[in-house]
């Protein structure tokens, strides 16, 4: 029996832990990086949260005075409740209607068109988030807007409304950005997840009689669950984490309206100098956050 | 296989929470960077002469305070002009300001070791966040502009600049001839309303700005309206003919920015000082003559004399709520700041607003089609105001809080502060606090009155600098001394009632403990033993 090229080619240790070492020196400046702007500022916050601190002079360790302080505040219960509504209202339409867009160009007939339209579909992934906002500030100005000139345009003067500085509208004025939310990395999830589903399944279903709607619900939608959950715990994060939309839009407006914890830890540290009050919001929406991954995390390894 | 999911897990928390913060500090930094200019026009006026540098005397250390002596930093002084900044025409701005560059170069030449490097990429919108964070970072320019509400407020800590006060009352400003107090150059009506808790004085102040309505002459005279309007009931009659004429009379930002918030306390100054002008004895407890230091402000709450309960103090909403019937139906919108309002304006959409005395450069340039004119807003009349006394409030519609508002971050703020660059930039402050630099400088600009005692103002606000002798009172009702807690939870409270979703009484209710938490917060942070002025 003559000796396989591979055996003859396996890595001495020395060989071995050269490889290792090349690993780590390439991981290297990338964890120092990691580790320097994310674990420790993260992680320093959690500590600063137990402090008074006005990000000036040394901080003063106060307990847990900053949570109890949390729980008995009016304001950040008010702000977890709007952007509780804000994140399922966001949710469902970034789920379905990315969905709906990736259904759509999987079916269309030849590669190369499916090509241009997944193209254009993901092309305004390039607009920055700030120039977005803009563009719906100026969207749903009331004087004008081009929301509201549409509908006068159009004889539908009932449909005028003061979309940012009513109570009721503010928050589905929110959900609305990003209209018909087609675009985006939810729309290549749900486009990669079709993708994955083996070509004889969808041949055997079409054989079966099985197609159109009826092979969504039954081929299309199953076969992606792992997709929808990927996109639903990364749309509540978002949602959760989003400061910059309510900064520059509504400033948490009219009143408490479109308040939320996100934007609420920004003015506390940046306009009132209460860094430590700041970081107790910010360590329990990180505490959310955790809470909803374990269990969106339980729920996949059921699944599976 | 679980401990390494459990392990990614946390990692991955960690990391949302770090982007969190990473989208937190990258803010919103639009920057209006301003650049460099190298004119230097005199308009019409020449910089102070030398200065008398015969006092002698060691360079000062923020306890023991010395004259101002020869100056022994060479170096540069960072400095930021706010709106005074130098900076090159452009098309949107073609006639900037260049009288800093003037008096800056007139100073290096009486101290060629020293240069006035005036910073640029300055963020305009978030101003405050840049500078505290650079104070955070020890690395704050030698010479700030700061709005002193929050040098006294909760914006900047306490400490984070030099206290004035002491070199202000104890030295010369050797730029001017015969003066023996630097403080004495500066209207004590207007030092009073930026003393802080412990007479402290954060900043020297040097302009003066006014508010006022803006309104189109046109629509006034196809209105048929010949006269300008001096009270509520002749305002009112001014908003109805108007609107037979088709016309939308008038608008008051109400967005969600700081400019909108500032022009409520602007607006409340009116109010307030009407309503409890007559019991300023009761509330300048620690001697105050024309406004009240924020300690007063919070005694006065603890005594009750300010009562937010009290159906006085938020009277005034209800007021300016049956004026919304005159102004636009979406004249509450996040998005209906200053600028929006200017825009309605200037497009004939409105036939007047409510604006500072800044807003006259804004609309030179917008460069509208018709006519405009300002007339003071309506003081509270008796006759119609259940509150309202006989104290005028006519004066209290102005005040120092425009862009002459320099301070010096301390040394835990500006690690190269030493001793001899201190001395260095409080000797630039006294070039530029005499009256000849200062209405060289404020008057360029065009947009504030300048106040100096012996500055000369424009043609046409030499009636304000005048004013500025009569030491008027202004009440302010503890809207910008309480902090901006207190401020935002006002603004946006007054927001909602504005729009229908509470009462005044619930407003009342809100506000009230959080005016007692504030006032609380002032009286311990300022260290002072108030229970002589307590009520028992």
């Given at each position: 029996m003559s000796k396989s090229p591979v055996a003859a080619r396996k890595p001495s240790i020395k060989n071995k832990n050269y490889q290792i070492l090349c690993a780590v020196l390439f991981l290297l400046p990338t964890f120092i990086v990691l580790v320097s702007f994310s674990y420790y500022p993260a992680a320093s916050a959690i500590g600063y949260s137990f402090t008074r601190w006005d990000g000036f002079f040394d901080p003063v360790f106060v307990g847990l005075e900053n949570y109890a302080r949390l729980v008995k505040d009016p304001i950040f219960w008010l702000s977890l409740r709007n952007v509780l509504l804000w994140s399922v209202g966001s949710i469902v339409v970034s789920l379905i209607f990315p969905y709906l867009g990736a259904e759509l160009v999987f079916s269309v007939k030849g590669k190369r068109l499916q090509y241009v339209y997944r193209s254009l579909l993901t092309?305004?992934?390039?607009?920055p988030a700030v120039v977005t906002i803009e563009i719906w500030s100026f969207i749903y100005?009331?004087?004008?807007g081009l929301l509201n000139t549409f509908f006068r345009g159009i004889g539908l003067?009932?449909?005028?409304?003061n979309w940012l500085g009513n109570s009721a509208l503010v928050i589905p004025s929110l959900i609305f950005i990003?209209?018909?939310?087609?675009?985006?990395l939810n729309f290549l999830l749900f486009y990669a997840g079709l993708q994955n589903i083996p070509g004889d399944v969808l041949e055997y279903a079409k054989l079966d009689g099985c197609g159109g709607f009826r092979r969504v619900f039954a081929i299309d939608l199953p076969l992606t669950v792992s997709q929808f959950k990927l996109a639903l715990i990364l749309g509540i994060i978002n949602t959760l984490q989003n400061v910059t939309t309510p900064l520059l839009l509504?400033?948490?407006?009219?009143?408490?309206?479109?308040?939320v914890p996100g934007l609420y830890m920004y003015y506390e540290a940046?306009?009132?100098?209460?860094f430590g009050y700041a970081t107790a919001i910010a360590t329990v929406m990180f505490v959310m956050i955790l809470i909803l991954t374990i269990i969106s995390m339980r729920i996949q390894r059921k699944d599976a | 296989m679980f401990k390494l999911r459990k392990i990614a897990v946390l990692l991955l928390s960690l990391i949302m929470v770090a982007s969190l913060f990473a989208a937190c500090n990258s803010g919103?930094?639009?920057?209006?960077a301003p650049t460099t200019s190298s004119q230097s026009e005199a308009a019409g006026e020449t910089p102070?002469?030398?200065?008398?540098?015969?006092?002698?005397g060691e360079t000062g250390d923020a306890d023991s305070p010395s004259p101002a002596g020869e100056l022994t930093y060479k170096g540069d002084i960072t400095f930021y002009a706010q709106a005074y900044q130098p900076v090159e025409p452009t098309?949107?701005?073609?006639?900037?300001?260049?009288a800093f560059r003037t008096v800056a170069e007139a100073y290096q030449a009486l101290h060629p070791d020293i240069k006035i490097d005036f910073i640029t990429?300055?963020?305009?919108?978030d101003y405050n966040t840049w500078l505290k964070t650079k104070l955070s970072a020890g690395m704050a320019p030698d010479v700030v502009w700061a709005q002193n509400s929050n040098l006294t407020g909760?914006?900047?800590?306490?400490?984070?600049?030099?206290?004035l006060r002491s070199y202000m009352d104890s030295?010369?400003?050797?730029?001017?001839?015969?003066?023996?107090?630097?403080?004495?150059?500066?209207h004590q009506s207007l030092q009073d309303q930026l003393y802080?808790?412990?007479?402290?004085?954060w900043q020297v102040n040097g302009d003066f700005v006014a508010t006022a309505v803006v309104y189109n002459m046109d629509m006034f005279a196809e209105a048929g309206i010949t006269e300008i309007p001096e009270n509520w009931t002749e305002f009112i009659e001014v908003c109805k003919k108007l609107q037979e004429k088709g016309h939308t009379p008038w608008a008051f930002p109400l967005g969600n920015d700081a400019d909108s918030m500032d022009k409520v306390t602007w607006l409340g100054r009116l109010f307030y000082t009407n309503y409890y002008g007559e019991d300023f004895d009761k509330l300048a407890?620690?001697?105050?003559?024309?406004s009240l230091t924020p300690l007063e402000v919070a005694i006065a709450f603890k005594n009750g004399t300010?009562?937010?309960?009290?159906?006085?103090?938020?009277h005034f909403w209800q007021f300016l709520k049956e004026q919304t019937?005159?102004?636009?139906?979406?004249?509450?919108?996040?998005?209906?700041?200053g600028k929006a309002v200017l825009n309605m304006f200037v497009n004939e959409n409105i036939a007047m607003y409510f604006d500072g005395s800044w807003a006259t450069n804004d609309l030179k340039l917008a460069n509208p089609s018709f006519e405009f004119g300002m007339f003071p807003f309506p003081v509270p009349e008796q006759s119609t105001d259940?509150?309202?006394?006989?104290?005028?409030?006519?004066?209290?519609?102005?005040?120092?809080?425009?862009?002459f508002q320099f301070a010096i971050p301390s040394q835990m703020g500006n690690?190269?502060?030493s001793d001899e660059k201190l001395e260095a930039c409080l000797d630039w402050l006294m070039y530029i606090t005499t009256p000849e630099n200062n209405s060289l400088i404020v008057n360029d600009l065009g947009s504030f009155v300048p106040t100096v005692v012996g500055a000369t103002a424009q043609p046409g606000s030499e009636a304000i600098l005048e004013s500025l002798n009569d030491r008027a009172l202004m009440l302010?009702?503890?809207?910008?001394?309480?902090g901006v807690t207190y401020l935002d939870a006002y603004y946006r409270t007054y927001q909602e009632y504005l729009g229908d979703k509470i009462t005044l009484e619930e407003a009342a209710e809100r506000l009230a403990p959080l005016a007692e938490q504030a006032a609380d917060k002032i009286i311990t942070d300022s260290g002072v033993d108030v229970s002589q002025y307590l009520n028992s």
């Open positions: 092309l305004p992934m390039i607009v100005n009331p004087e004008y003067e009932a449909l005028v409304q990003g209209f018909p939310w087609i675009s985006g509504t400033g948490g407006g009219p009143g408490y309206d479109s308040y940046f306009t009132r100098s209460n | 919103d930094s639009g920057s209006t102070a002469e030398n200065p008398s540098t015969d006092d002698g098309e949107a701005k073609p006639n900037p300001p260049t990429s300055v963020p305009g919108d909760e914006t900047f800590p306490k400490g984070s600049m030099v206290d030295r010369p400003n050797p730029y001017v001839e015969g003066n023996t107090v630097w403080n004495d150059l500066f802080d808790s412990n007479g402290e004085l407890v620690m001697g105050s003559e024309t300010y009562d937010v309960r009290d159906p006085k103090y938020l019937a005159y102004m636009p139906t979406d004249f509450l919108s996040p998005t209906q700041n259940s509150y309202a006394t006989s104290v005028s409030s006519k004066n209290s519609i102005g005040g120092p809080s425009a862009a690690k190269s502060l302010e009702g503890g809207t910008m001394t309480l």
